[in-house]
């Protein structure tokens, strides 16, 4: 296991490209918009007939013969000879078998000393992408990292296809591909806005907007497309994007970061549906900081010093410093929270304990990967792993015993809830008329709490058929990713949480625009999930939704949910939800006394949920709501 000479001037012999592929969704689109995207000009035909190169599709037997049937099939494996290696085995999870067929292709990579490129089958690359690769794997760099946004799959595709495809390529420059980029950000791409949007904060990528030219990033995880490995045979325990880039290529004197779009862009396009809320909170350095001791190496750390720009053209390159600067002030705060001691940390526990985490997975992978480990080495290892493995297993057993616990709340929650939710699914469908084709989305899709009733009635209602993307412009409700043609629906259901957004015009401009002339709007407002990133904000009051449909609708009706019971119930959980998630010492207490205290929780709990249900039962004063229901129709244009 060798290392390179660092003065050495070290350049592939081949390259292999890697790709797991399975599923008729995804082997769809990497027939139909990925391939095609390879084929330009610009990137596999350069390739044509050099020696050492292959490309290796990893996917099951009935998917290879999908793709050995398609049209672009022959001009792929014209330009690089195809193979592929089958996939035998149950898929449980989805990056762990993605990272086995990456191990695959590695080991069958070393035996013939080639470069690596990681491919996935929802990345589309700008032309010119693998000419860039090749020239800086050429001048010596034997890692290249590249950003990826995320994008809404259905729409992108549709347009790629529409507008760019030449015969069986995609021929689209990154300042194109870029444009399209911005116009159909995914909704967990709005989720890396440092100073924008509603809900929460990814921290992997943070991003700061430059009018409607791109943006400005700072990332912790970044996609090494390209691996010439300095260290054969290496040792890692996560996925390539984790931790096979150190233990492969210790010298980091040879990574690459894309910096600029110009050079290469690619972009991720993923379904609407694909959403999870985070606890981090947007704006927030400390919530970014907890997140990378969690998530983010050494490695990692170092890619988020760069700069990177992503964007259709410069014409303002006053504002793009601005920005520049902007980011680098936040970044350099994120930093030093990260550099603080360990002993700073002695009285946040959680924090301490992923820094101790952190600094056990890097020795092991270190001492895993040393070449020659004397006595002494051995037993440090070994003892690096033993006090790992105990740590491991602490978070592990406070991981479960908090989620058992939540699971405890979970069902006492939905036993109190019953009454109320009952209530609200007898308002709706007084409110709804009958129709098969309705448009429902939520402004917090991690927490759609209208998709059980909608379900129940309308059978064919899907969760991730429609979904609202926040822009710049405005709010734009999508179907199955494209978009709704103007007043071709006949009702529209928005779930609004009070708690996430100070604008509600804007949803409500989308709505009559999708409505036809007397169409029926029904707008869920609720006070449930107050305790998360958006908490801070002052909740929308009821009266604003009624104030904000002006002119353009007509109120049928209105109708509240939930009594002084559910009021306290929500209340509390909220208040419990927001001092564990400030006090992360908490969750220790739970993991030395939860166990012990949990009968006396779920008694005590049991009480309190009655006496709830009680205390709904007798309100009648309609003060103490938790939601309501208000029924608007569009009226007629002039």
Known sequence: MSVFDAGENRRPSGYFFLTPVWGESYTKLYIDTVIPSQLASGNLPIFR??????????????????????????????????????????????????????????????EVDVAVLFLTPDIVLSDGAFGTVKRLADAGYDVVYVPAIRTMKTAVAARLEESYRRGSSIQISPAQLMRIALDNLHPLGDSSWWEEGEGGLIPANIYWRVDDEGLVGRCFHLHPILVHPQRKNATFFGTVDDDYVPAACPNSSRDYVVTDSDELLAIELSDPGRFFEMRSAKGSVDDAARWAEQFANARHRSLFRATIRMHTGISHPAKWTQAEER????????????????????????????????????????????????????????????????????????????????????????????????????????????????????????????????????????????????????????????????????????????????????????????????????????????????????????????????????????????????????????????????????????????????????????????????????????????????????????
């Open 49 to 110: 007939g050099a020696e050492n190169c292959r490309y290796i599709i990893y996917t099951r037997p009935p998917d290879a013969e999908r793709i050995r049937a398609s049209a672009v099939y022959e001009p792929l494996n014209a330009c690089v000879p195809v193979t592929f290696e089958f996939i035998t085995d149950k898929v449980n999870v989805v990056h762990d078998m993605m990272t086995d067929c990456f191990r695959r292709g590695i080991r069958a990579a070393e």
């Open 327 to 638: 980011a680098r002030l936040v970044a350099q705060e994120i930093e030093n929270r990260l550099n603080r001691p360990a002993w700073r940390l002695t009285f946040n526990a959680d924090l301490l304990i992923h820094r101790f985490l952190r600094w056990g997975k890097e020795y092991r992978l270190r001492f895993a990967n040393r070449e020659a480990a004397g006595p002494s080495d051995g037993h440090l290892s070994a003892l690096t792993n033993a006090i790992l493995s105990m740590i491991e297993r602490l978070a592990g057993a406070r991981a479960g015993l908090i989620k058992l616990m939540r699971r405890v709340a979970d069902r006492m929650e939905n036993l109190a809830a019953r009454p109320y939710q009952a209530k609200v699914y007898r308002d709706l469908v007084d409110m709804l008329p009958p129709v098969p084709d309705l448009v429902a989305v939520a402004n917090s899709p991690g927490r759609f709490y209208l998709a059980p009733p909608l379900s129940r009635f309308s059978p064919s209602f899907s969760g991730n058929r429609y979904v609202s993307v926040l822009r710049r412009s405005g709010v734009s409700i999508l179907e199955n990713g494209e978009h709704i043609p103007d007043s071709s629906k006949a009702a529209v259901v928005l779930e609004i949480n009070a708690y996430r957004t100070t604008e509600i015009q804007t949803y409500l401009d989308e709505s009559r625009r999708l409505l036809k002339d007397r169409g029926r709007l029904v707008v869920y407002l609720h006070w449930l999930a107050g305790a998360g990133p958006s908490g801070a904000r002052s909740p929308m009051a009821a009266g604003e939704v009624i104030t904000s449909l002006g002119s353009e609708f007509t109120v049928v009706t209105t109708k509240q949910q939930g009594g002084l019971g559910s009021y306290v119930r929500v209340k509390l959980i909220n208040w419990l939800h927001g001092a564990i998630n400030r006090r992360l010492g908490l969750r220790w207490l739970l993991l030395i006394f939860g166990l012990p205290l949990l009968p006396i929780v779920v008694i005590f709990g049991g009480i309190f949920m009655t006496v709830t249900i009680v205390l709904d039962f007798f309100d009648r004063s309609g003060r103490f709501c938790i939601s309501s229901l208000t029924l608007a129709q569009k009226s007629p244009q002039d």
